[in-house]
């Protein structure tokens, strides 16, 4: 029951949403309605129990396909980045102005449904349904409120997407006629039985969707334009969890229906992902737009994370699991940040601002936790979950290169390191100019966000276990699924 009431809420709450032409009523309302939905997720949390994270209904049973929606611990650990991140991002972005507003909030509710449904589903059919009603709210969000090149940044961004769905669907449809009672069900998906060869050509189908959406290079294109140009709110949204969709569809079901393609071509993604995260740091490094910075710096971080699981063990895939929620709150944190520099100067060239700290010390302090959490410092958040990747790197028995790939991801970490203390130094520290010596803190609605983070990083980063052990059985069985051929 708690999967539907959390698809339900946002649903409900975005097509009513619509309705409301009050600008101040239309923010409102979308904020308890992700408020609700939030505390419905932890709920499920504090229970545990499995007879209330299923629910099944009649669908279109002429095609095999039910409404069935379940939740195991990556989907809990998932669904709970999804429900905290729209309240964050809600409440931190409170005072920006858009137009037609209602409609705004309303596309905002509905992309988080199709999210949530995306990492509850049990059903190919309805995970490919909830697969494009999380997009379709981001391609208006995007087109609409967007910036000056918002048309044909969008439109880069459908054709993309489109290309990896489209490949997608024709991937689910094959396995569908291959099982042996001809089900979307994903317990049918698992029994299906594929030979090598088929196995290695559907695994390209699956993948290129998946990794357009984390994004892999060369994949990518479309990631940095889009984040520029969307209004930061949906940015949010993109960055912090919609490229977990790719990291999920992944782990939910390339590796179990397809993993002698796992094995085949391991190398090559491999070799993609570090590719990806040297290139991407490099170019963070030369950035002056602070969108554009933590755009590639995203990219970097993904592909450390199709690195790990694609090492096959079982340190990489738990630390996968806890890094997807970890790099979900620390980009939303960051991108808070970027919000409240664009609206308090009108612009994000790190050139033209400086001394900040001296006129703003607590959004300072607070970006610093969240910058150091984001490189991995010992004892923040992420450290637990790129440590445990680098292990499970470090140790991997299913290629030959494990070191030369530890060493090359290293580096990228080391360059993560080196681009987000030279953003800080620039846009924090040194003196002020004609831009910046007015400067105000930031608010209480942003810094309320801002302090929940760098709670969650804190606590997360003492106390790892609360992720660790909602993920464990299901890094169990994943890995389990590697291994049969």
Not at 227 to 245: D, N, R, W
Not at 323 to 339: A, E, R
Request: charged share 10%; glycine share 6%.
């Amino acid at each position: 029951m708690i999967p539907l009431l959390l698809l339900l809420f946002p649903a409900v709450g975005g097509l009513a949403g619509f309705f409301i032409k009050d600008t101040s009523k239309a923010r409102t309302w979308s904020l308890w309605f992700s408020i609700v939905t939030l505390a419905t997720s932890i709920m499920g949390l504090a229970l545990n129990n499995p007879a209330i994270l299923h629910f099944d209904a009649v669908w279109l049973p002429a095609l095999g396909s039910s409404f069935s929606l379940m939740m195991d611990g990556m989907s809990q650990v998932l669904c709970l980045l999804t429900t905290l991140a729209f309240p964050i991002i809600f409440i931190a972005t409170y005072n920006n102005q858009y137009k037609n507003a209602q409609n705004f909030y309303a596309l905002m509710l509905l992309s988080q449904a199709g999210l949530i449904g995306v990492f509850v589903a049990a059903d190919a059919l309805l995970f490919y349904f909830f697969w494009e009603l999380a997009l379709i709210p981001a391609y208006f969000l995007c087109s609409i409120w967007g910036g000056e090149r918002r048309i044909a940044v969008t439109f880069k961004f459908f054709i993309y997407t489109f290309v990896g769905s489209l490949l997608m669907l024709v991937a689910l449809v094959y396995v569908y006629l291959r099982t042996p009672d001809h089900s979307f069900a994903l317990e049918s998906f698992y029994n299906v039985k594929l030979d090598y060869s088929t196995q290695n050509w559907l695994f390209w189908l699956f993948f290129v969707a998946f990794a357009i959406k984390m994004p892999i290079f060369p994949l990518h294109t479309w990631q940095p334009d889009t984040y520029e140009q969307s209004p930061t709110a949906v940015t949010m949204v993109l960055s912090g969890i919609m490229v977990k969709m790719g990291v999920f569809g992944i782990l939910r079901w390339v590796i179990p229906v397809v993993p002698s393609g796992l094995w085949a071509w391991g190398d090559t993604v491999s070799s993609l992902a570090v590719i990806g995260m040297i290139y991407a740091s490099l170019i963070a490094l030369v950035q002056d737009d602070l969108k554009r910075f933590v755009a590639y710096s995203s990219i970097a971080h993904m592909g450390l994370m199709c690195l790990a699981i694609f090492a096959t063990t079982n340190s990489g895939l738990q630390g996968v699991m806890i890094q997807m929620f970890n790099h979900g709150i620390n980009i939303i944190g960051l991108w808070i940040v970027v919000n409240q520099i664009e609206q308090q100067f009108g612009t994000r060239r790190m050139s033209e601002l400086g001394g900040l700290a001296q006129k703003a010390p607590d959004l300072a302090i607070l970006l610093v936790v969240i910058a150091l959490a984001n490189v991995a410092l010992p004892l923040t958040n992420a450290f637990v979950g790129e440590f445990m990747m680098f292990t499970g790197i470090f140790t991997s028995t299913a290629t030959k290169y494990n070191v030369p790939l530890t060493v090359a991801a290293g580096v990228s970490v080391i360059l993560s390191a080196w681009y987000t203390l030279n953003m800080i130094q620039k846009v924090f520290f040194g003196n002020t100019n004609n831009l910046t010596v007015s400067a105000k803190d930031i608010g209480a609605g942003g810094k309320f966000a801002l302090v929940v983070l760098v709670i969650l990083i804190v606590v997360i980063g003492f106390y790892p276990s609360l992720m660790l052990n909602i993920t464990k059985s299901t890094s169990e069985f994943i890995l389990s699924k590697m291994f049969t051929q």
